[in-house]
């Protein structure tokens, strides 16, 4: 059960490590298409959503300005993120991120943002769970190999009397242990 936990907390957090793939000014929306096309052919991709500026300006202002709406009104019709069309993109496997960083800068992408940090640290974790859970294996096994070898000394001291008659009738050995 603890392992099963552990593996639904590392995904949930290896899809919280976004990628974000930031287009060239400019750009126009069929090469946006063909970069996206590209990177859905990749195999370490799990998901990918395209956000358009103006989602990104939306969401912007709920984090940013919430509670002091009044500060928006410097800009109205004004999208100061107009070229900010991005696609957000999380990965199958945390491990793989150098490897899909560096596959993404391809032409016509101005920059990629990943949160470096966070994915090496959910590498480490991820490596550190598996020795622990290998650990712990460990761990188990001998606690059950010293169970029934406990439990079979203990059986055999109970029956040492049933034994000892055995052999004085003359049973054989391998009948004993039968």
Not at 104 to 109: A, R
Request: proline letters at 1%; charged letters at 30%.
């Amino acid at each position: 059960m603890c392992l099963f936990a552990w593996n639904f907390f590392a995904q949930k957090v290896e899809q919280e490590v976004p990628v974000t793939v930031f287009f060239d000014e400019g750009i126009s929306k069929e090469r946006k298409n063909e970069i996206g096309k590209e990177i859905r052919q990749k195999e370490d991709i799990a998901t990918m959503r395209y956000v358009s500026a103006e989602e990104a300006w939306e969401i912007y202002k709920k984090d940013v300005f919430q509670g002091n709406e009044e500060l928006l009104e410097g800009f109205e019709g004004n999208n100061p993120l107009k070229e900010s069309d991005s696609y957000e993109i999380t990965l199958k496997e945390v491990e793989s991120y150098k490897m899909v960083v560096s596959h993404l800068e391809i032409d016509g992408v101005r920059k990629v943002r990943y949160s470096e940090g966070a994915a090496e640290g959910m590498t480490k974790m991820n490596t550190m769970g598996s020795y622990i859970a290998g650990a712990v294996i460990v761990i188990l096994m001998a606690v059950s190999i010293f169970l029934v070898s406990n439990t079979v000394s203990v059986g055999v001291a109970v029956r040492e009397e049933e034994i000892a008659i055995m052999k004085l009738i003359g049973a054989a050995n391998g009948f004993i242990k039968a």
